[in-house]
């Protein structure tokens, strides 16, 4: 089992800090234990928030298994985002269950590429395929969005999984990150047109981290290998380092923060050439 860094090292100063206790918090993406969302869920609940999870229907074995190690998990409903009724599916459930409730943070953790996408040459992608890994890993969060603003409080935080492989040129990442960039850039957008209520929008560009999705990139494991050896920090990111970030993100001290792309990647981000060229 992956080791959860003692979150009751941070104590009681730090939670009041947060002032997330009593928050409701909306979270899409949970598929494993090692998912990012699951360390999210595990930090948030740890701040005294409230979890409603959306899981896609082919993990709802895996999410059963894992429900009951979090009492703050209130309830949970199936949320395919691949079209517009499976998303809203996820919403009526909700409140049919729970007429008026509403929701602080949402936490949009969804990623997906179709498999010949990874192993095809660029040009020769066929467009079914890149619209789909557009749909399900960049639109999805508009639509997300579009059912989540009704049921939010004023004042809201939205926190969004991006990759640096947006804006730099990344081996067999593929249309993800095309999928990537579009994502980021909805992130900006939907910050600007929802800043009026003090919903804010951001997202944190995690450093490659092996959980089920990142299994699916070929390569992933030297990626890995080179990240330890050459960022700043000489390690890797942890779920647990990208999990502090959403909850201080999720938090009135991140108030004035919107639209950003946030770099939780032990550096990785700030280099060029590689350290190694040294070795
Ligand atoms: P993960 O496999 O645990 O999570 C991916 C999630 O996407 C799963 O919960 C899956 O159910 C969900 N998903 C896929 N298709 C869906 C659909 N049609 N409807 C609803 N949900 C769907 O992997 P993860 O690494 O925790 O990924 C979470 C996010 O973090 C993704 O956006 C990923 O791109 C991003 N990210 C991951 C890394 C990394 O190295 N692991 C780095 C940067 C960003």
Known sequence: MRPVTDLD?????????????????????????????????QHLAKAGCKLILGYQPRY?????QLKDQLDSIDSFYPCDVATDEQTKEFFDEWQKESPGSKADI??????????????????????????LAMRIS???????MRHSVPYLNDGSSTITLTYAASTRYVPNYGVMSV????????????????GENGHRVNAIS????????????????RILNHVERNSPLRRNTTQDDVAGAAVWLASPLSGAVTGQILHVDCGYSITMVPESIND
């Open 179 to 194: 999928a990537k960039a579009a994502l980021e850039s909805w992130v900006r957008e939907l910050a600007a047109r929802l």
């Open 60 to 64: 709802r074995s895996r999410l059963f």
């Open 206 to 221: 995690a450093g490659p981290i092996k959980t089920l999705a990142a299994g699916g990139i070929p390569g992933f494991d």
């Open 138 to 144: 960049a639109h999805s969060l508009q639509r997300l």
């Open 106 to 131: 949402v936490v949009h953790a969804i990623g997906f590429a179709p498999r010949e996408t990874f192993d095809r040459h660029m040009l020769f992608n066929e467009m079914d395929s890149i619209d």
């Open 9 to 41: 090292n941070r104590g009681g100063l730090f939670d009041s800090m947060l002032e997330l206790e009593g928050k409701t918090a909306l979270i899409f993406g949970v598929a494993s234990e090692d998912s990012i969302a699951w360390a999210i869920c």
